[in-house]
């Protein structure tokens, strides 16, 4: 498998060779020159995989296709090692709950830091170790991150041979839980350091950093960005593992009279949408919380792969970039001033920096008008119209796509209700998602909510919602009293360079 840019290299690059790299040299994201595609036996040896064999033999059947530059036996003890129970919780990995008629939560947040960054970023902390070993080399990470971006890398790297965390986060910003998940660690090699100043200026360091070329490459300066293609690719698996759950192998109707006390959609039947030829295809749709639109540009690829999705919900909460997007054809990056903070903060996002990839397929893979688009347009006057364009209407034809929005107050209507009349608690983000996929839920086809947090981690709203404290998973019990290793430093590149020289010895 070859891997391309958006925006038109097309230099012949593998897995490894795109691995370590943040964007593309022209600007563009990597993405496969072409998706694998899986047939109906395929997915039925799947199925038996992940419910046999379990989640990390599926990681390494999906993965398998894209990465031919890891030797088969290593690829399969490296996902053996990351997708385990003791991990992540569970032996399902990414256990599926059922909430109320015709909807599921699939949990995505049970690994180190109840983020569902873990995901892809316990597998990335294994594949960097591991190709660094082989190349004898080592990286410097450098980061910022207002909350789960820094503590899912920092858990995902710590102890791991070759590689260094520096990263950066505003001081006094996160919440004292958040705070302590990071600040607790006491490995080595990972380096917290709390900037006198906002999120914008953590990434302004970073950024002024990467830009030096010189120093970038004499310190071997890397990143763990969300648009990494190897964290999408990761993502994928929890799409099949998710479908495997809400679907029957053997999709016959239930007999009448068994089971009556769950009615309708609140099962997985075999009746979806779209109904093949010879047989009756089952399909189910997911609701993605939305920031970045990584989460659900891994939807899009097992779609495209084959796997029988409806419709891809893309939920954002009151900074509606992609909401106003599907509704409109109109993309419109924001502002600082005119990006809200708000009580899902893992989506309070200006711009989504996986966009590209997806407009990229829904103009028939053409890299010049996504240069135009993304290069040209957004820099220049910040907003690109597909309105008019033919292609807009295949997002939600041919691509399945929809959206919704939610905002403060959804939020607290949704998880207050869900603790009420379920007894279940749902963290804000997968709030969010929770609101718009009752606006998009259709009977007969399950909809899959993908559960991105824990409560615990956003503890002051859910009190706000539901009176109550969220449960706090035992590992955690007392972590604000533990030590912390952090240091503080003023907003200035300078600093933070001096710093990374000092302690790359
Ligand atoms: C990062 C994050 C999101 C957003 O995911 P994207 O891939 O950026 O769209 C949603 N919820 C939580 C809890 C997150 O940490």
């Not at 790299?21 to 496969?32: M, R, S, V």
Request: hydrophobic content about 40%.
């Amino acid at each position: 498998m070859l891997y391309l840019s958006t925006r038109g290299d097309t230099s012949p690059k593998h897995f490894c060779d795109i691995l370590l790299e943040g964007l593309a040299p022209d600007g563009g994201l990597y993405l496969p020159a072409s998706y694998p595609k899986v047939d109906t036996a395929t997915l039925a040896r799947w199925r038996e995989v992940y419910h046999k064999q379990g989640y990390a033999e599926l990681a390494f059947e999906v993965l398998s296709l894209y990465i031919d530059d890891i030797p088969a036996a290593d690829l399969r003890a490296l996902c053996a090692k990351t997708y385990t129970a003791e991990v992540f919780g569970t032996g399902e990995i990414v256990p599926l709950r059922h909430l109320e008629n015709g909807i599921w939560l699939e949990a995505l947040s049970n690994g180190p830091t109840l983020a569902f960054k873990d995901m892809a970023m316990q597998l990335l902390g294994n594949l960097f170790e591991y190709e660094l070993a082989r190349r004898g080399e080592q990286l410097n990470i450098l980061g910022a991150t207002s909350g789960d971006t820094g503590s899912a890398a920092e858990y995902a790297m710590r102890g791991k041979q070759g590689v260094r965390v520096f990263m950066t986060s505003p001081a006094g910003r996160m919440s004292p839980f958040q705070q302590a998940q990071m600040f607790s660690l006491m490995d080595e090699n990972i380096f917290n350091i709390a900037v006198d100043g906002v999120f914008d200026d953590c990434q302004d360091m970073v950024k002024a950093v990467s830009n030096d070329l010189d120093f970038k490459r004499k310190y071997k300066i890397g990143t763990v960005n969300s648009i990494n293609w190897a964290r999408l690719l990761a993502q994928v698996v929890y799409y099949f593992a998710g479908y495997f759950q809400a679907t029957s192998p053997h999709p016959n109707p239930l007999p009448k009279g068994e089971g009556v006390e769950i009615q309708d959609s609140s099962l997985p039947l075999p009746l979806g949408e779209g109904g093949g030829e010879g047989g009756v295809t089952q399909k189910v749709s997911f609701a993605v919380p939305s920031g970045n639109f990584g989460n659900v540009c891994a939807g899009h690829v097992a779609r495209c792969m084959g796997l029988p999705i409806a419709r891809l919900v893309v939920a954002t909460n009151e900074n509606d970039v992609l909401d106003e997007f599907f509704k409109t054809g109109v993309y419109r990056v924001r502002g600082s001033a005119d990006t809200f903070e708000t009580s899902s903060p893992s989506m309070d996002i200006s711009k989504a920096s996986n966009f590209e990839r997806f407009v990229f397929d829904l103009l028939g893979r053409d890299a010049a008008r996504t240069k135009a688009y993304f290069g040209d347009a957004l820099s220049r006057v910040g907003f690109f119209d597909l309105e008019a364009h033919p292609a807009f209407s295949q997002a939600a034809g041919k691509y399945g796509f929809a959206s919704g929005k939610s905002t403060h107050a959804d939020r607290l209507a949704t998880i207050k209700d869900c603790w009420e009349r379920h007894a279940m608690m749902i963290d804000t983000h997968t709030a969010d998602a929770v609101k718009v996929a009752r606006e998009h839920v259709k009977p007969g086809v399950p909809m899959i909510v993908l559960e991105t947090a824990l409560p615990i981690k956003f503890a002051a709203t859910i009190v706000e919602a539901t009176g109550r404290e969220p449960d706090r998973p035992a590992k955690f019990v007392g972590i604000e009293d533990l030590p912390k290793r952090v240091v503080s430093m003023a907003a200035d590149a300078a600093a933070i360079k001096d710093f990374i020289v000092q302690h790359c010895a």
